[in-house]
Structure formats: structure tokens, C-alpha cells
DNA sequence: GAAATATTATGTATTTTGTACGCAAAGAAG
DNA sequence: CTTCTTTGCGTACAAAATACATAATATTTC
């Protein structure tokens, strides 16, 4: 870091002056590492889990760890994030948004280090999720413990955004295979809310959405009478968003 | 910068041995110059307006900016935007909240600078609200142009944040002085949302919140009959935070 | 001071949406 | 064939959103 010399915009005098070397000026600003995290949520067997690496750092030594990375120096945050989800999962076409910058002085036990998490949403069932490292575990969100960093924080404000966000938005349609039943659409909203619905007032809604398109497929390999099958019609969404309701808590 | 011989977690072979110097890893990370910029709203003749500044960069000569400064080397991301707020509208009880970190690489003309925008409110006609700077003024939201960096783009999103944010929480009171009119609150959701809303059923939403307190109390120096002064009762959202219903659009 | 005008304040009728259930049909298991 | 579970559809009732009517109170105008 070089700010010995760099004066900050708030204190720069007005001179009427204007700053003709803005390349001299950057160059004066202290200076701060810059990471990417990605908070990436999955669901299985009616839990909503979140994917975490063991930490490589003795001072955490046994700790769970977002995945993330150092931010390059052309990269967009954004392109660091699918970067990171690329390498770690194999998957390149998966949801991704971002959520929050987190920067306390001491939140790394090496020196300052700023983050900015990143939101995921995948198929933990799809064909093309490949984890090659296998110090890599799916968590449940429920009980998280033992994390590196803030890194339990961030997972919990995640959390939270996310599931605000499902009610707003169709973003649990991620989560799921392309082709799911009704009670697995529920099953999902009831573990993320953590909530329980009514399955035929839950069904009512959808339907009067009239976002989903009836596949004329059952289930298959159910211990019961199965399903129906259904595809989410993002295309129609994105043409009349008006027309989605908030779900129900 | 120092990263010559950074290695990003990403790359880093998985050998088993752990990291013990963690100060040294920092070190090896490069490094990005932060800003923290302030998108400081208000509400004045029936518009949303946001504070801006004259840049004083050659390169964005004329062109207007937000109200930015350099994080310090020590500092809480949120302290900074505190810091900003407090110096250039001498207030420091308001309301503030981060809404996204802007990132690309060129987005400043003298090399990359990250950026964290926070979102705050204020009321233009509070007592304690002194702008010093000449080069300081507050511009309509609906017809903004002419903005150095990528300013525009990130007024653009916060102001979308504010729309939604106004319609599930009760922000909007940051914008109005403390006693107000149910007329002014309507007047404030209209400009901000865009919209034409029912008069009485505006009053009849907000009433059945039961947030409200009437202060018997009445406007003064008003060309008509004079309306009723209600207080926001933040206390008792605080406890019953679920009776906050979302605003009509 | 009376009438016209503008705005506040309150109410009601209708429609739409949310909620709580009942029950038949389809498959699985014994 | 009977029992159990789950899907799928429907209906009655309660709550909320919406549209609109009218009275009350102040200012302005003549």
C-alpha cells in the first residue's frame, strides 16, 4: 500500500482546479486484496444444503470455508464468481447474483481482505456436477458450525436474501431437476421458508400463475401413486413477471 | 500490486500441509484501491432527488458524481459511508444500508478502483442538514444525465432498490420530517413508485398497519383545509414487524 | 357574509384473493 | 380385496384489495 501521499476526495480542497492525472491519483489510493465468494446452495433429500471446503489455512485449521478466490486484475467480480463455480463444479449456466460486500478490518487473520459474496442456486442431481476435490462437502444449512473467517455470516445473510427472494422471484426452479412434481416444488419452499403449507392451496397458486407447463409425464420409482411432471416456463415469466405472487409464510 | 508469485486458492495444489503463514498469503494477493460512494437521497416539491457533486477530474469535466471517498486503511465499510454522510450533510443519525459493490475493471479512468455503494435517506429540510460545498446539489432522479464513472448506472440501481424496499419496510419515513401528512406520505410512495394511488384506500391500508400515531395535531400554512400530523410509530413496528403490509403498485 | 372551490376525512358495496377443509381417484402393500 | 398413502380436484368461508359515494372543514372569491 502506498497512501502516505494519497488525499482523499473529501478532504481535497476545492480549488477550482481539476485533476488532470487521474491515472497519479489512483496510484496514491491504499490498496486492499480482493476476493470472490460463492455462497452455492443445493437441495437434497428435503434439506437445503450449501457446498463448503475445508479450509487450507492452520489458523483454521478443521473449519469450513466458502468457495472463493482472489479477484484478478482484469476479471469482473461477477466473472470471478463463474469462474470459481466453473472450476469447482464443472457448471457454467447456473444462477448467480450477488449479495453483499463484507470488509471488517479483521475478518482475515492475514490482513485485511474484502469479499464479495455471491449467491449460486444448482442442481445437486444434474449430470453435469462434478466435484473433483474431495475436500469438498455438501452441508446442511440448518447446523452450520465451525466455519473460517465470517464465513458462517455470510452464509446466514445469503440464507436470508434467499429466502426472500423465492418468494418474489422464481428462483427455487435452480434448485430442482427441469422436470419436477408439485410436492417436490413444495418440499422446497416448505425446507427454505421453513414453513408448512397447505398442498392444495400450494397447488392452486401455481396454477393460477400459470407458469408452469404441464408435461403430461409422471414420477417414476415412487413408493406411492406418482406425480405429474413440470417444466417451469421462464420464457412466459419474463414476458408477464406481473402475474407472480408472493408465496405464502 | 504484489502478485507476482500470488497463487489464488483455486490453483493451489491440496498437499495436505495447511497454510501457517497467513500474513505472507496476504501479502501475495493483489491489491485493488476502495471506494465507498453514497447514493444520499431526498424528497423536496413532490420529487426524489439525489445529492451530487461536481467531479473534479479532468476527465469527467462538468459531469457530476456521487459522494465518494476512499476507504481507510482501518475502517468498516459502513463507517466510511458514515464518515462521508456526516461530512457532507453534517447528519449523522440516518438511515444507510449497502446495496452492491460496482467492480469493472475501467470503470475509472485512472486504473481500477472497486467501489462500494450504500444507499441513504434523509429529510432535505431537517434542521441539522448543512451543505458547505457549493459544488454540492440535489438533482431529480427522473432526468439524470451527464454522471462521471459509471454513477448513473449505480443511481439506476439503487433507485430500483429503494422502489422495492419501500414497499416492505417502512423506509420512506426517512425521507419526510418527522410529523407529516398522510397526504405527503402518499404523495412521496407516488414519486417514487410511479404510480396513481386510491387516496382513501391509501389511508385505509395504513390505518388497518396501525403504525401511525395521530398527534392530534395539524398541518399549517397550507392553502387548504389543513390535514391531521401523524408520527411514525418505529417502536411498534419493531415488535409487530408482520402487520407491515406491501404498498399498492 | 355567502357561495364556490379544494381538500380532508369516513364509509360502503363489490370483487378478488387467501384459507380451511372434504372427498374421490390412483397406485402400493399386505 | 382391503387398507394405506398420495395425488388431484372442488367448495365454502374469511380476509383483503378495489372502486366509488358522501360528509366535513378549511380557503378563496365575490
Known amino acids: 500500500m502506498n497512501n502516505a501521499d494519497a488525499v482523499s476526495p473529501l478532504l481535497r480542497k476545492r480549488t477550482g482546479e481539476l485533476i488532470s492525472d487521474s491515472k497519479a491519483l489512483v496510484s496514491s489510493y491504499p490498496a486492499v486484496p480482493i476476493t470472490v465468494d460463492c455462497?452455492?446452495?443445493?437441495?437434497?433429500?428435503?434439506?437445503?444444503?450449501?457446498?463448503?471446503?475445508?479450509?487450507?489455512?492452520?489458523?483454521?485449521?478443521?473449519?469450513?470455508?466458502l468457495l472463493g478466490d482472489i479477484l484478478k486484475e482484469t476479471e469482473e467480480l461477477k466473472e470471478a464468481a463463474y469462474r470459481i463455480l466453473l472450476q469447482r463444479t464443472g457448471m457454467s449456466d447456473v444462477f448467480l447474483e450477488q449479495v453483499k460486500a463484507f470488509g471488517s478490518p479483521d475478518r482475515h487473520p492475514g490482513g485485511r481482505v474484502i469479499t464479495i459474496a455471491y449467491c449460486?442456486?444448482?442442481?445437486?442431481?444434474?449430470?453435469?456436477?462434478?466435484?473433483y476435490d474431495n475436500e469438498l462437502h455438501w452441508h446442511k444449512v440448518k447446523n452450520l458450525c465451525n466455519m473460517a473467517f465470517d464465513h458462517q455470516a455470510i452464509v446466514v445473510e445469503c440464507y436470508q436474501w434467499l429466502q426472500k427472494r423465492i418468494q418474489e422471484h422464481p428462483l427455487a426452479f435452480n434448485l430442482l431437476p427441469e422436470k419436477f412434481s408439485l410436492r417436490e416444488l413444495q418440499n422446497l419452499y416448505e425446507a427454505i421458508l421453513g414453513v408448512e403449507l397447505d398442498r392444495r392451496n400450494f397447488r392452486k397458486k401455481f396454477f393460477s400463475m400459470d407458469f408452469l407447463i404441464d408435461l403430461d409425464q409422471y414420477e417414476e420409482n415412487v413408493p406411492h401413486r406418482p406425480g405429474k411432471l413440470y417444466k417451469f416456463n421462464f420464457g412466459k415469466y419474463e414476458i408477464n413477471k406481473k402475474k407472480w405472487f408472493a408465496i405464502d409464510f
Chains 1, 2 share one sequence.
Open 39 to 65: 455462497v452455492i446452495f443445493g437441495f437434497e433429500e428435503n434439506e437445503l444444503k450449501v457446498l463448503l471446503i475445508r479450509s487450507d489455512l492452520q489458523f483454521f485449521e478443521g473449519k469450513w470455508s
Open 120 to 131: 449460486s442456486l444448482l442442481n445437486i442431481q444434474h449430470h453435469e456436477l462434478k466435484i
